[in-house]
């Protein structure tokens, strides 16, 4: 369809001068002496107007047809779609001015019959004159020729200038004109250089030979962290940025342990993208590794920290994993407005699961008694009705503190979404006796659930008119047998005082 569009684009450029041309060319040729005698005869004093007039609209038509064809089916077709990259604007320039020279000198020969040895002779002595006065303006035109034929650099390509001493410059080339080079740089600023000293610099191109480069980062952790979770949760933390800047289409990031020093152990963070991104890219991973981290309860290491930041960050590393993993699970939203007591009670009854990268969690359809919080790394939820009906969905991401299977460990629905790793997991099982004991033991749970369960619209609207939490609760207590709610509970306990 782009190549269809593309023909008709050109078509309609060429077509007009080329009919033109080929009218004039059909007067001239098929009308010979009749057309000069039909001059004579009837229009005597403007034979000669005519048959110029003829001459110059016939050879400035063809001068408009070839400077379309070399433009449109060259440059911008063959060239541009060799190449990948837009026609340089000089040499368009540079051919039309070529071919209109060319046009005007064959007006002035053939249709005026003028002879032009002495027009080109006089131009050749201006033309020495012109060129010691305008030295500079002309050495600024040929490096910008130079600069297109050489392909050192394209238009659109993101470069680095390195000027004099340490200075440098950043941005995207975006023209080559007669004289100047425009660059945009990071802040947005166009800025222009002489072409004659654009080329004399050393440039980095950050385009070629491929769009995408590579980026490393550095985070410094306590010797203390173990090396398997810095390393699942760095890899979370900078794919869960790229994912956000860049799209679904990203490369995993690589995580490698770069040194050990006296604060800490250096991990390097790599990553791929294109040049645009790598920027914003290291400030997001920045970002997300600080939160991942934060989630984790950790931070990073260094100098800064004081011994008494040392000795707290020591004492979080070294609690038992309930209690670090309470505040965690606190503000999910299935468990929010759940007591401490509650929270820790739930963590010590279930169990840490690792999962592997790429590995398949949850099949959408499946039942289970299971449900699950993120503690670390990063997993794709794909949801194949969305992706029957629509193809640009895309799949969410499952973040630390996250969770998913509450409505087929609470509610017996099945799983609606194929849950997989996108990098290597941790995650907090809560299996069906947990939450049979929860239930169970702490009054109130089951109305906390019901409610929170509610929010996410698992069941949808309640038929006539039915108050959602309290339908989500009738079905919790029916996957529960002995769940009971608060009020009944009440009662009982009244029915007891009495007696």
């Known amino acids: 369809m782009a190549?269809?569009?593309?023909?008709?684009h050109v078509l309609t450029k060429i077509l007009g001068p080329l009919l033109i041309s080929v009218s004039i060319l059909v007067v001239f040729f098929f009308g010979g002496e009749a057309y000069q005698q039909f001059g004579i005869e009837f229009f005597d004093s403007t034979t000669t107007v005519v048959k110029n007039v003829l001459g110059v609209i016939g050879f400035l038509s063809l001068a408009v047809l070839a400077n379309r064809l070399?433009?449109?089916?060259?440059?911008?077709?063959?060239?541009?779609?060799?190449?990948?990259?837009?026609?340089?604007?000089?040499?368009?320039?540079?051919?039309?001015?070529?071919?209109?020279?060319?046009?005007?000198?064959?007006?002035?020969?053939i249709v005026f019959n003028q002879d032009l040895t002495f027009l080109w002779a006089a131009?050749?002595?201006?033309?020495?004159?012109?060129?010691?006065?305008?030295?500079?303006?002309?050495?600024?035109?040929?490096?910008?020729?130079?600069?297109?034929?050489?392909?050192?650099?394209?238009?659109?390509?993101?470069?680095q200038i390195?000027?004099?001493?340490?200075?440098?410059?950043?941005?995207?080339l975006m023209e080559i004109s007669w004289r100047t080079t425009r660059v945009r740089d990071l802040l947005g600023d166009m800025l222009s250089f002489p072409n004659s000293k654009f080329s004399a610099f050393t440039l980095s191109n950050f385009s070629l030979p491929e769009e995408a480069s590579n980026r490393s980062i550095f985070i410094l952790l306590e010797c203390s962290v173990p090396v398997d979770q810095a390393f699942r949760?760095?890899?979370?933390?900078?794919?869960?940025?790229?994912?956000?800047?860049?799209?679904?289409?990203?490369?995993?990031?690589?995580?490698?342990?770069?040194?050990?020093?006296?604060?800490?152990?250096e991990y390097m963070i790599g990553f791929h993208a294109q040049w645009k991104f790598l920027m914003p890219g290291t400030r997001a991973i920045y970002k997300h590794v600080l939160i991942h981290l934060a989630k984790a309860g950790?931070?990073?290491?260094?100098?800064?920290?004081?011994?008494?930041?040392?000795?707290d960050q020591d004492l979080v590393q070294n609690k038992q994993g309930p209690v670090r993993l309470s505040s965690l699970v606190d503000q999910t939203q299935i468990f929010d407005g759940l007591p401490t007591d509650c929270i820790d009670e739930l963590i010590a009854r279930s169990r840490r699961v690792r999962i592997r990268s790429g590995r398949?969690?949850?099949?959408?359809?499946?039942?289970?008694?299971?449900?699950?919080?993120?503690?670390?790394?990063?997993?794709?939820a794909l949801d194949p009705m969305k992706l029957t009906h629509s193809a640009n969905n895309k799949p969410s991401v499952i973040r630390p503190g996250d969770t998913f299977g509450e409505q087929v460990a609470l509610v017996g629905l099945p799983h609606r979404r194929t849950i997989r790793a996108r990098t290597d997991v941790l995650l907090l099982e809560i299996n069906g006796n947990t939450l049979q004991h929860l239930l169970e033991t702490m009054p109130g749970t089951l109305e906390i659930l019901a409610h929170n369960l509610a929010q996410t619209d698992v069941m949808g609207n309640a038929s006539d008119g039915e108050d959602m939490s309290q339908a989500?609760?009738?079905?919790?207590?029916h996957m529960f047998p002995g769940v009971q709610p608060l009020s009944a509970k009440t009662e009982e306990r009244g029915c007891e005082s009495t007696h």
């Open 3 to 8: 190549i269809l569009d593309q023909s008709r």
């Open 70 to 109: 070399i433009r449109y089916v060259i440059f911008e077709g063959v060239i541009a779609s060799a190449t990948g990259t837009p026609a340089p604007s000089l040499l368009l320039q540079i051919s039309s001015l070529i071919i209109y020279v060319i046009a005007l000198s064959a007006c002035a020969r």
């Open 123 to 159: 131009s050749g002595v201006a033309g020495l004159v012109l060129g010691m006065a305008l030295k500079e303006l002309l050495q600024d035109v040929f490096a910008g020729i130079a600069l297109n034929i050489d392909r050192a650099v394209r238009i659109g390509d993101w470069i």
């Open 162 to 172: 390195h000027r004099s001493g340490d200075e440098r410059t950043m941005g995207q």
């Open 233 to 265: 949760i760095l890899q979370a933390a900078a794919l869960d940025a790229l994912l956000e800047l860049i799209g679904p289409n990203v490369a995993i990031p690589t995580v490698a342990v770069s040194g050990v020093k006296i604060d800490g152990v």
């Open 298 to 311: 950790l931070r990073p290491a260094g100098r800064a920290l004081t011994v008494a930041d040392r000795a």
């Open 360 to 380: 398949v969690v949850i099949q959408a359809g499946e039942v289970g008694a299971e449900m699950y919080v993120v503690q670390e790394g990063l997993l794709d």
């Open 472 to 477: 989500l609760a009738r079905q919790i207590m």
